[in-house]
């Protein structure tokens, strides 16, 4: 399996704060991804990036950014934290074949 | 956007009887296909993948999944459950860079 850590595991945070999640790969994969995970929805692509400094936006965006400024590491920051992004974080980072590998996840609580 | 349908989020059945997880999507034009596993505060796992070739893929523990073009589907199946298969499975489709999930069907097998 692909070795994939996240940062922190869990945090508690206070609405208004921001907020930043670390994503590391030791793969050397290309792909990468931020996904956020609540009932009922599954996983949602939040942005994904497929290059050092090149990102580009998923399907729920807005009020996220991230950046990668080296191949293994994606950080993933919520600049003003709100109640409604509390939620289970994962990354992953996606092979030449299209398979995922997840980390263990980050859950967040924002109060 | 691609768009992937669970139409069941909860599947019982008891152990050693046949399951079927039914996905279906909204769009055949260049997809790849998957099936994740996730057990309890973990990430989420590669369970089978379907790319090009044949429309029947299987894992390594039995699950089988078919790709059917015209019913734009791809379900689950597996002849005998086990107590260990309890987990709850998404569906996902890569299209192009991006990955969408489904929302996921808890599987619990009863003894």
């Known amino acids: 399996d692909a070795g994939i850590t996240q940062s922190p595991r869990h945090k508690v945070t206070e609405t208004g704060t921001p907020v930043t999640l670390r994503c590391h790969q030791t793969?050397?994969?290309?792909?990468m991804y931020w996904y956020r995970q609540d009932p009922g929805h599954g996983l949602r692509l939040i942005h994904y990036s497929y290059g050092v400094k090149d990102t580009d936006k998923g399907e729920v965006s807005d009020g996220y950014s991230v950046s990668r400024s080296k191949t293994e590491d994606f950080l993933l920051t919520l600049e003003s934290a709100t109640s409604s992004q509390t939620s289970v974080y994962f990354c992953?980072?996606?092979?030449?074949?299209?398979?995922?590998?997840f980390g263990p996840g980050t859950r967040l609580t924002v109060l | 956007a691609q768009s992937v349908t669970q139409l069941d989020s909860q599947v019982p059945v008891f152990e050693e009887a046949p399951v079927e997880l039914r996905c279906n999507y909204s769009?055949?034009?260049?997809?790849?296909l998957f099936w994740y596993v996730q057990y309890p505060n973990q990430g989420l796992q590669l369970l089978l993948k379907?790319?090009?070739?044949?429309?029947l893929v299987e894992s390594i523990n039995g699950f089988e999944a078919e790709f059917n073009k015209s019913q734009t589907s791809f379900h689950l199946r597996k002849p005998s459950v086990h107590i260990s298969d309890t987990a709850e499975y998404f569906c996902a489709v890569s299209q192009g860079h991006k990955f969408y999930f489904g929302s996921g069907t808890k599987l619990n097998v009863k003894p």
């Open positions: 379907y790319l090009s070739g044949s429309t």
């Open positions: 769009s055949s034009v260049s997809v790849y």
């Open positions: 793969e050397n994969h290309r792909y």
């Open positions: 992953a980072s996606r092979t030449w074949d299209n398979e995922q590998f």
